[in-house]
């Protein structure tokens, strides 16, 4: 069983079963674990999640040598590594760094169509689709959009109104 697996295992037995193990990994001395739940993590959930993970892991030991622990959330712009995060952004905005030699341009912007185990299917802002490879990833992410940008001279914020009388108050 590969290391990953085993860590998986440990990783999952020990949190809340209404958590996801989004990801797991390691690099260079640092064990990642990428949680994500229905609606949402929250910090709170996220220690409590440490916590269970960290004396697990000490219990089971599958990594050999030190590592630092950190239990994260996917964020709002995710990671996309297996054809389960790929399922799960049908429908989003996605970025995408292909490996050299995969044929055509190597960044592909578009939002995903479909997903099969031979690759994704991205439909471009033109229209048209561009199927990828999972195999010919070397990147890819979700794009979170943000809303529209203020029109310039548009409506100014209003000033803090508290601010404004500790400094008069200040004054006097």
Do not use: C
């Amino acid at each position: 069983m590969a290391l990953n697996d085993r860590v998986r295992d440990v990783v999952t037995a020990a949190v809340d079963p209404m958590l996801v193990v989004y990801d797991i990994e390691h690099n260079a001395g640092v064990l990642r674990v990428t949680l994500d739940a229905a609606g949402g993590i929250d910090v709170d959930r996220l220690a409590e999640a440490n916590r269970a993970i960290s004396r697990a892991l000490d219990e089971a030991d599958p990594i050999p040598g030190r590592y630092n622990l950190e239990v994260t959330s996917p964020g709002l712009e995710r990671t996309l590594r297996t054809l389960q995060h790929w399922s799960g952004a049908i429908g989003e905005q996605v970025k995408v760094k292909l490996r050299p030699g995969a044929g055509g341009e190597r960044r592909v912007e578009g939002v995903v169509n479909s997903v099969s185990d031979s690759g994704v299917a991205i439909g471009l802002g033109d229209g048209s689709e561009r199927h990828v490879a999972l195999g010919d990833v070397e990147r890819a992410r979700t794009v979170f959009e943000w809303g529209p940008t203020p029109k310039p001279g548009g409506p100014k914020r209003a000033a803090n109104p508290s601010s404004a009388t500790r400094t008069k108050e200040a004054q006097t």
